[in-house]
């Protein structure tokens, strides 16, 4: 896992978890999404990660990206 940049450029394909609305803090939202790779050698293509946004209690936003897919975070 690792954090996303702030510029990222994703599509979101599935909402998992969405508790943005309530003011929750821990993992507030989840999602798949693709990410498009230029590569050269192997040419473009879309990558599948799990996008998580995680609100601590001190407040602050931490928005990470995982290839870990099938994972899902349950309450």
């Given at each position: 896992m690792s954090?996303?940049k702030d510029?990222a450029?994703?599509?979101?394909?599935?909402?998992?978890?969405?508790?943005?609305?309530?003011?929750?803090?821990g993992?507030?939202?989840?999602?798949h999404?693709?990410?498009?790779?230029?590569d050269?050698v192997?040419g473009d293509r879309?990558?599948?990660?799990?996008?998580?946004?995680?609100i601590p209690d001190?407040?602050?936003?931490?928005?990470?990206?995982t290839?870990?897919v099938?994972?899902q975070?349950?309450?």
């Open positions: 954090r996303m510029n450029k994703f599509h979101v394909t599935k909402v998992l978890v969405d508790k943005t609305k309530k003011k929750a803090k993992v507030v939202k989840e999602q999404i693709t990410v498009e790779i230029k050269k192997k879309r990558l599948k990660l799990r996008r998580i946004i995680f001190e407040g602050k936003t931490y928005i990470y990206a290839n870990n099938h994972y975070h349950h309450n």
